[in-house]
């Protein structure tokens, strides 16, 4: 029988269950097992969960025929809960290091109490922490006892505490002998703990943080808008039930009553809890409720007695709440008004016309900073001219030199300039915004537009709230308004369940993830040896050559970015006769002094191809055999067309100390993996490179990070996203098995 029996229901949280499994499973203490209920919940997290059961015998897992929300779905995992103590975990918050043993530690102290009470600290998603206000509380009940317990009529102030369920451990025969259930619908915990901690005999506290309280961005059940917080009346009467039923439990009448209506009251007050028009009527049935329950002769403190009102009492509540409003509204405007004039003159912003209607058939379109025809938009742009010529696009370029670029905006390209008029006018009325990138902060939301974000491929490196605690990282960057503007996104598009996960994760905002594949990967899914030849006889590779593409990332741990992790002048002599090298920064490093210190000087002597300029870095893929690469997301594109990869991680934990990382590339990589420059010239030269081992990796890479690029995705977007169409045949089942398309030749000749 373990010690403990962790309970996690698992609902829409996959960008946060494996941080929540891990910190359970990863716990110094052993003597555990999980118990995770899967609420029959839409994304990945049922996966996630069998995952982790295959690999460690401590963790179970119900899956639920259908979705009983969250009390019930505790109450599913009661009956297979053999620990001694109990622990209800919420999927997406996390233990500290060392809870349990701490847990542990203390529950032997106090001689196995029937509740164990500990401290938990905030986690925010823009990276704070705070910790309980009244953890002095947990340092101080029961510090005069012999053995170091109490009840809450000793200790009243135990009370005080947030009263729920998961900063508590329960003895699981007191649990049974009680009969404790979960109830459904919101604030489940309220008739869970209150009637918990009335008859617990012996009560223990835990002054230390066990517990991460994820605060998310969105997503909080309770801070949504819903009449589900009706709720708390239907909680709080079977609280009142269960007093009922136990005279000598009578005494926590008055207590709970005036409870009652502060957290009535608390939720009233939320500007995100109730739809506005439904408002009154909560006060009214919470006045109801006050005045139904009172106990004879309890007096009401001062705060509560607008619910005793009668009539008058909502209006009489709102006056309240409006001058208290005011009051704070002048002090406020008396702290600030020396900077008021200034404020407002850097906040100009643009009025956004809404009295023109949109026009459902204009969609405009933007890639990387408004640099041209590129990317994903580029992709699904020339679907709709193909299957949807109707629809007028329109793309925005950042200024006249770029749409005088013609490599970048072909010349049959209607355009806009950035910040035009003529940009305004088609932002403020365009139905579709497709780009890879966030709109700039003038480009407002308006209603019945759909903004579709395609991303710039699939990442490997920290990225959205996931920069929060990377501050070198995220230098110079404004992630909260990054995240602002997010929220305009209606639609995410995905290549896999791995990228669904981690954009939700990273976004935390109302979008919908669309498992289209990568519009951009349509070309070389369907890649042919025709293709790579025409852009190696434009990038100048004589016939018969092999190509190797050299592919590295930015450095964040780097003022500028660029480190020179290779010296390419022997990269190229070491390859030998035969062979190509074309390089290609990251396109941050394009315009900057990375390419003057020798790169441009080895171009011009011909030792090699610089490439950091060409804009359609697809091109680059069909025209290369072998991709070495460190960090760069390219790797999960270049892998669509099955050949070979090497990864240079030389510098690996620096750059995942720095960036943060959501694997371990160097452990679940497309390729072989070199640490050094010796051990890359050993790849290259004994062939490894390209050996069974090399496509075995590839192929599992391929199958876990491109499952659903199978060649249709632009297609996908445009009748699904744009026209509201069916997509004809079948839904992406994953990529086509390994099949090499070769560019040239498909070997790296020994050296």
């Known amino acids: 029988m373990p010690r403990f029996s962790v309970i996690i229901p698992c609902y829409k949280v996959q960008g946060f269950l494996r941080e929540c499994l891990d910190s359970v499973l990863d716990q ?17 997290c049922g996966a996630i969960l069998d995952e982790y059961a295959a690999r460690d015998e401590r963790v179970r897992v119900l899956h639920l025929e259908e979705n009983v929300g969250l009390g019930r779905a505790r109450n599913a995992g009661l009956p297979h809960a053999t620990g001694d103590y109990l622990l209800f975990l919420d999927s997406d918050d996390t233990l500290t290091p060392g809870a349990l043993r701490a847990v542990a530690d203390r529950l032997a102290e106090t001689a196995d109490p029937d509740v164990l009470v500990f401290d938990y600290a905030r986690t925010y998603w823009w990276g704070g922490t705070r910790r309980n206000v009244l953890a002095h509380v947990l340092a101080e009940a029961g510090a005069g006892t012999a053995d170091g317990t109490f009840t809450a009529e000793g200790h009243p102030e135990i009370l005080d505490l947030l009263m729920v369920v998961w900063n508590k451990v329960h003895r699981r025969d007191f649990v049974e002998r009680e009969g404790f259930t979960f109830p459904p619908g919101y604030y489940e915990d309220t008739p869970w703990t209150f009637p918990v901690m009335f008859s617990a005999g012996r009560i223990a506290t835990l002054d230390r943080v066990c517990l991460n309280y994820r605060q998310r961005r969105q997503g909080n059940i309770l801070s949504t808008t819903s009449r589900k ?47 506005p028009g439904d408002k009154a009527e909560f006060f009214r049935r919470t006045a109801e409720m006050f005045r139904a329950y009172r106990p004879r002769g309890a007096e009401i403190p001062a705060g509560l007695r607008v619910l005793d009102g009668g009539a008058l009492g909502y209006a009489a509540y709102r006056l309240r709440r409006q001058s208290g409003r005011a009051g704070r509204e002048l002090e406020r405007r008396a702290r600030q008004a020396h900077g008021a004039v200034g404020g407002r003159l850097g906040r100009v912003r643009t009025a956004v016309n809404t009295r023109r209607p949109l026009d459902p058939g204009l ?49 049959d390209t209607e355009h806009v300039i950035l910040g035009s008029a003529a940009w305004r006018r088609v932002t403020e009325r365009a139905t579709f915004l497709v780009n890879n990138v966030n709109w700039p902060g003038a480009v407002a939301k308006r209603p019945g537009s759909v903004h579709i974000h395609t ?90 050559h092999t190509v190797v593409l050299y592919a590295p990332t930015r450095r964040d741990y780097r003022r500028g970015g660029h480190v020179e992790r290779i010296d390419l002048a022997r990269l190229a002599a ?178």
């Open 455 to 544: 991303h710039q491929g699939t990442p490997l490196k920290y990225m959205g709230a996931d920069l929060l605690g990377r501050p070198g990282a995220r230098h110079g960057l404004d992630v909260p308004q990054m995240l602002r503007r997010a929220d305009r996104w209606d639609y995410s598009l995905v290549a896999s369940r791995y990228a669904e996960r981690v954009w939700e994760r990273a976004y935390p905002c109302h979008f919908t993830s669309v498992r289209t594949g990568s519009p951009r990967n349509d070309v070389l899914v369907g890649a042919g040896p025709k293709d790579g030849r025409r852009v190696r006889e434009r990038l100048g590779v004589p016939d018969g």
């Open 363 to 411: 969609a405009v379109y933007s890639a990387f900073s408004h640099r041209g025809v590129l990317g994903d938009p580029a992709a699904i742009h020339r679907k709709a001219r193909e299957i949807a010529p109707h629809l007028r696009g329109v793309w925005v370029v950042r200024d006249e030199e770029y749409a005088a670029d013609t490599a970048a905006l072909p010349p």
């Open 229 to 275: 917080h009706f709720d708390v009346h239907a909680q709080y009467e079977r609280v009142f039930a269960f007093l009922d039923a136990r005279p000598h439990l009578a005494r926590w009448r008055p207590f709970l009553h005036a409870k009652m209506g502060e957290h009535c009251l608390d939720i009233l007050s939320k500007p995100d809890r109730l739809p």
């Open 28 to 44: 110094s203490y052993r003597d555990i097992e999980v118990v995770a209920v899967d609420d029959c919940s839409p994304d990945g």
């Open 574 to 751: 070491d390859l030998g006769d035969g062979h190509t090298l074309v390089v290609r920064l990251h396109p941050s490093l394009a315009t900057g002094p990375a390419r003057g210190m020798g790169l441009s000087e080895l171009h011009r002597r011909g030792v090699l191809v610089d490439a950091t300029g060409e804009p359609h870095v697809e091109e680059l893929m069909l025209a290369s055999d072998l991709l070495i690469t460190d960090y760069s997301a390219l790797m999960f594109d270049y892998v669509l067309l099955d050949r070979p990869i090497v990864i240079h991680a030389d510098d690996w934990a620096a750059y995942a100390a720095s960036r943060g990382a959501y694997f371990d590339i160097t452990a679940d990589a497309p390729g072989h993996v070199s640490r050094s420059y010796r051990e890359l010239a050993w790849l290259l030269a004994s062939g490894a490179w390209r050996d069974e081992e090399a496509a075995r990796l590839r192929s599992a890479f391929r199958a876990r990070f491109c499952e659903y690029d199978d060649g249709r995705a632009a297609e996908r977007v445009v009748r699904t996203l744009m026209l509201g169409e069916a997509m004809p045949g079948p839904e992406p089942r994953g990529v086509p098995g390994a099949r090499a398309v070769p560019a040239g030749r498909d070997a790296l000749t020994s050296q």
